[in-house]
């Protein structure tokens, strides 16, 4: 008679025990609802550009549909190169210290993989993107968490980072600009956390993906500040400035020490990026700043419009100074994040993430990205409006008119 197993037994226990995605989990019920108005997925309402698709098609019609090299394209490295040192002044070399890899969210996996042992510790600032504890667990390390909070404008401070460091910290992760509060670092900061960093040899894995949508001051790359670049791991990639998110294409940067390590589990694991969706990339770094720079106006426009709204509709929120979203809180409605957000999906049909899927420093907030039309901003707020006056706001019904959607007209910014 054959034994009957318990297949989740079987199953590696430190994978058991991680939570699946909050982001995730819950639009798996926006899914199967109609007439929702999304603020959720952290996504480009932009279709790509049509000179980078047209580029992909062009290329499959030469027939590029082979395996590239395991770092990727030359000619995209050395694009890569040439623009990481115009744009924020710092160098690589494009045969040794560029990999491609599929999405950013490879190559922080890969660089997590590579430098981290079991019981090495990792600093990351929070409220955190939904990514960064689960891959650190999964390499048997141990995520540290920098509790940042909104009267400070959910900046990480060297303090904070002083404060954490143990003989057992070995990795600080930065996302900056921040997922997802839309917190940026500045220049005197960032310095300072880098002056930390080099005394206690920490390895920095910056996670630069929203670095271009950076609406106050300047975004500055930490590899580019004395003495930072060697310890650097810099991940970055096209998702949210050229809208090409399913494109899944990404890169890192850093020492060849590092990048020849994680080249190695690539090889082994992923191989390559997918051709089409590197030749993409590279029409994207040639011919796409116009485009870039018009997707990047119009998130401001509307980032402006949603700080608008939340101080209307009587809703806290941090102003964010970079990436596409607003991070509210929302414990004046008596609601956990969780609640509030189910509560608004069933009762107003408007989708947003639970602040608590970026960890227990989110609860009390919830997550909601403007990196959807005006028309959606305008419809999804004035039944927000609704929904929060039924429990804390004793006026009138606020009415909003953002106007009209501006990309819809647009020859570069389609939307979706």
């Not at 090889?267 to 870039?292: D, F, R």
């Amino acid at each position: 008679m054959t034994k009957q197993s318990n297949w989740l037994d079987r199953i590696n226990p430190t994978v058991r025990s991680i939570q699946p995605s909050g982001i995730r989990r819950f639009f798996d019920l926006v899914a199967e609802m109609k007439g929702v108005v999304s603020l959720g997925v952290g996504e480009p309402d932009f279709v790509t550009p049509w000179h980078i698709r047209e580029a992909c098609v062009y290329s499959l019609e030469k027939g590029y549909t082979m395996y590239t090299s395991n770092h990727g394209l030359l000619e995209l490295r050395e694009e890569i190169a040439r623009d990481l040192s115009s744009s924020y002044r710092v160098s690589y070399n494009p045969r040794e210290e560029i990999l491609i890899t599929v999405g950013v969210s490879e190559a922080f996996d890969l660089a997590m993989r590579t430098v981290l042992c079991p019981g090495d510790e990792v600093l990351i600032p929070a409220p955190s993107y939904v990514s960064y504890a689960p891959v650190t667990l999964m390499t048997g390390a141990v995520p540290v968490y920098l509790s940042t909070s909104m009267e400070s404008g959910f900046q990480v401070s060297p303090e904070m980072v002083e404060k954490a460091i143990t003989p057992q910290t070995k990795v600080l992760l930065l996302c900056n600009p921040n997922n997802p509060t839309g917190s940026t670092i500045d220049r005197k900061r960032l310095l300072e956390i880098a002056e930390i960093a080099r005394a206690h040899d920490l390895i920095v894995v910056s996670d630069e993906i929203y670095g271009r949508l950076t609406y106050v001051g300047e975004h500055t790359c930490i590899p580019s500040l004395p003495g930072m670049r060697d310890r650097t791991i810099l991940l970055n990639g096209f998702s949210k400035s050229h809208a090409m998110t399913g494109w899944r294409i990404g890169y890192a940067a850093g020492h060849p020490d590092f990048i020849s390590a994680m080249t190695k589990i690539h090889q082994y694991t992923m191989l390559c990026a997918p051709i089409t969706a590197q030749v993409a990339a590279l029409e994207a770094l040639k011919n796409g700043k116009s485009g870039m720079h018009k997707m990047v106006e119009h998130y401001n426009h509307r980032r402006r419009l949603v700080m608008q709204a939340f101080r209307e509709i009587g809703l806290p929120c941090s102003e964010p100074r970079g990436a596409f979203y607003a991070f509210p809180e929302i414990r004046s409605t008596g609601l956990s994040s969780e609640d509030f957000a189910q509560q608004l999906l069933k009762e107003e049909k408007v989708a947003v993430v639970p602040g608590n899927a970026f960890g227990e420093q989110g609860e009390g907030f919830i997550r909601c990205s403007y990196a959807a039309s005006v028309d959606d901003l305008t419809e999804a707020f004035r039944r927000m409006n609704s929904f929060v006056k039924r429990r804390v706001n004793k006026g009138k019904i606020l009415t909003f008119s953002f106007g009209k959607n501006e990309s819809k007209k647009e020859g570069i910014c389609q939307t979706v």
